[in-house]
């Protein structure tokens, strides 16, 4: 199975909105709402942010919001902060009952 | 509450066998899907494998040869063995738990992660 495709980078300004896109293909993202989202620090273990393509945890500020449109998913955060600044993966379920991780997208907060 | 806790040696030797225990605190393995999960020094996610705590799996394709996934109920526990390793096997290795639900067919996973262990370096060096 192929990882999914992330942007490696993005960046955006205290306050403004980003969006981090997430390609699959019709065995993965686009052919289940199995699509999740973690954010991880440096250090630290991944932490759920959004699950089956747009809901969130308890807990995760309504900052974070999902969608998705054919076989990309994109994680959109607005407003955003200094304690942002991470990075953040997507995840897939597949047709053959396996998970595949995105490759991974590094926040920066300028 | 829950927590999950990698345990296992922090140098293996190269051709030799990895070997990790995930140990569940808090709660019960009963009823739910765990998985392994592993991030090579300044990379992405790689997936491992799942197990249910029945002792079904499920393998990464590119991993499948080498992987093996088991649980021990008594111990509240299940473990990775990942053979024949190299230098690429280097990587802090994670274990998750994958959330459930309950319905008339009984427990079925959602495809997330919604626990995570702290993970545990795992360097692969003679």
């Known amino acids: 199975q192929s990882a999914l495709t992330q942007p490696a980078s993005v960046s955006g300004s205290p306050g403004q909105s980003i969006t981090i896109s997430c390609t699959g293909t019709s065995s993965d993202v686009g052919g289940y709402n199995y699509v999740s989202w973690y954010q991880q620090h440096p250090g630290k273990a991944p932490k759920l942010m959004i699950y089956e393509v747009s809901n969130r945890p308890s807990g995760v500020p309504d900052r974070f919001s999902g969608s998705k449109s054919g076989n990309t998913a994109s994680l959109t955060i607005s407003g955003l902060q200094a304690e942002d600044e991470a990075d953040y993966y997507c995840s897939s379920y597949t047709s053959s009952s396996t998970q595949v991780f995105g490759g991974g997208t590094k926040l920066t907060v300028l | 509450q829950v927590q999950l806790q990698e345990s296992g040696p922090g140098l293996v030797k190269p051709s030799e066998t990895l070997s990790l225990t995930c140990t569940v605190s808090g709660g019960s393995i009963s009823s739910y899907y765990w998985s392994w999960i592993r991030q090579p020094p300044g990379k992405g996610l790689e997936w491992i494998g799942y197990?249910?705590?029945?002792?079904?799996?499920n393998y990464n394709p590119s991993l499948k040869s080498r992987v093996t996934i088991s649980v021990d109920t008594s111990k509240n526990q299940f473990s990775l063995k990942l053979s024949s390793v190299t230098a690429a096997d280097t990587a802090v290795y994670y274990c998750a738990r994958f959330a459930n639900y309950y319905d008339s067919s009984g427990y079925s996973p959602y495809w997330y992660f919604d626990l995570w262990g702290r993970g545990t370096l795992v360097t692969v060096s003679s």
């Open positions: 197990i249910y705590y029945s002792g079904s799996t």
